[in-house]
């Protein structure tokens, strides 16, 4: 409305091919702000649509350019500088055309798209931790073993006595739980590590790249973080704390190899759990009958 307005205030004042001029300007100037801003998301919120981008981007700077001819042309020659040019009131025509029939499909397969990389998203993420979920984990562990010479180690970690959280508190408060501990694992795991909730009280972290040093390291770091963070507080909770015990696998190099792995950390896990819980143990197959490996309480 304060555009129409002024439109009107200077076709009064200055007259017609004014106001022409000056919806040529401003169009100009809309079309270079929405170029700037699709460049912008092409680093930012478009990352995932680069090429789709750069594509509007491209069309819409055309539609710039005209604009700034169609500017030249009224300030040097007026209305009659426009009409008299046949070959760019055509061009303007076929490329105004041309995108009124791209644009509008473009924008549609664009929506569609971004509502199956939603969709995506959801079905591999757990609705509560919004860690991975078993679904997400198979799929980021067969991109990441596409890099040649990659290998990987397998850590399940189980909640000590979370039964007697949801018996003592109730189920809510064990959701809260569960969530503080997807925090703490997020917070202690490396970069490159995948972190899945496998189910009720049971994680997953895949660590990637790690030898035998480094991720019993890893897991220690998990275990004491998990031990310190204080999940709920007030008197009713009495600072609620919780620990779990980690099992941890051999080395494996594929997706397909990930059963294994689960077999030989869930027999850590269980040794661990009949041993005092609160603890890191590490997988002691027939590879590592003799193998020494200090647990920490």
């Not at 100009?28 to 509007?56: I, Q, T």
């Not at 029939?101 to 959801?122: C, G």
């Not at 941890?248 to 269980?270: C, T």
């Amino acid at each position: 409305m304060g555009y129409s307005l002024v439109q009107i205030l200077v076709n009064w004042a200055f007259g017609p091919v004014a106001r022409y001029v000056m919806l040529a300007g401003v169009c100009a100037v809309s079309f270079v702000a929405m170029v700037a801003m699709l460049l912008y998301g092409v680093r930012s919120f478009a990352k995932d649509l680069r090429g789709e981008v750069l594509l509007f981007a491209g069309l819409i700077s055309g539609i710039c350019v005209l604009n700034v001819i169609k500017l030249s042309k009224l300030l040097s020659g007026g209305f009659e500088a426009v009409s008299n040019d046949g070959r760019f009131s055509m061009v303007f025509y076929v490329y105004m055309c041309s995108l009124a029939t791209i644009l509008p499909p473009s924008i549609v397969w664009l929506v569609l798209r971004r509502l199956t990389d939603s969709l995506r998203t959801v079905a591999a993420r757990d609705p509560l931790t919004h860690l991975l979920n078993r679904r997400g984990l198979s799929t980021a562990l067969d991109a990441c073993f596409r890099r040649p010479g990659t290998t990987a180690r397998l850590l399940l970690v189980d909640l000590d006595h979370f039964k007697n959280i949801n018996d003592s508190y109730g189920h809510h408060v064990g959701d809260e739980v569960l969530c503080g501990v997807a925090d703490a694992l997020r917070a202690s795991v490396r970069k490159d590590d995948l972190v899945c909730r496998l189910g009720g009280e049971e994680f997953a972290v895949i660590c990637v790249g790690a030898d035998d040093a480094s991720v019993l390291r890893l897991a220690e770091r998990v275990r004491s973080s998990i031990e310190q963070k204080v999940m709920l507080q007030g008197a009713l909770y009495a600072q609620l704390r919780c620990t779990v015990t980690i099992g941890v696998s051999d080395s494996f190099g594929s997706e397909a190899a990930l059963g294994q792995a689960m077999q030989q950390a869930d027999a850590a896990l269980y040794r661990g759990k009949h041993t005092g819980r609160n603890r890191v143990e590490h997988n002691q197959g027939p590879s590592r009958r003799n193998a020494t490996l200090d647990t920490v309480h």
